[in-house]
Nanobody, 116 residues
Framework: QVQLVESGGGLVQPGGSLRLSCAAS????????MGWYRQALGKQRNVVAT????????NYVDSVKGRFTISRDNAKNTVYLQMNSLKPEDTAVYYC?????????WGQGTQVTVSS
């Protein structure tokens, strides 16, 4: 059974930083490109950043380029999202999943709120 558990969210002031973690159980992690997704209240869930299996290639949506960094530790079955220079528009629930996403893998997500 595959399980993805996100953590690290919280309330932060504009300009602040957070580091999200996603721990994966099961066999999916090492053979899949992984991604971080986010869903703001009342909006569609969209991909934010992706990283290939070996970690050699990453991609970001334009709105987070230069501010967010995705990484992974295959030995720990964990993918990370370092978020710097946070803005109020980054407020959302953040999820990890494979790329492309698989519906059964969605976890609870972790809430990120950027507010003064």
């Amino acid at each position: 059974q595959v399980q993805l558990v996100e953590s690290g969210g919280g309330l932060v002031q504009p300009g602040g930083s957070l580091r999200l973690s996603c721990a994966a159980s099961g066999s999916i992690f090492k053979v899949n490109t992984m991604g971080w997704y986010r869903q703001a209240l009342g909006k569609q869930r969209n991909v934010v950043a992706t990283i290939t299996t070996g970690g050699s290639s990453t991609n970001y949506v334009d709105s987070v380029k230069g501010r967010f960094t995705i990484s992974r530790d295959n030995a720990k079955n964990t993918v990370y999202l370092q978020m710097n220079s946070l803005k109020p528009e980054d407020t959302a629930v953040y999820y990890c999943n494979t790329v492309p996403e698989f519906g059964l893998y969605w976890g609870q997500g972790t809430q990120v709120t950027v507010s003064s």
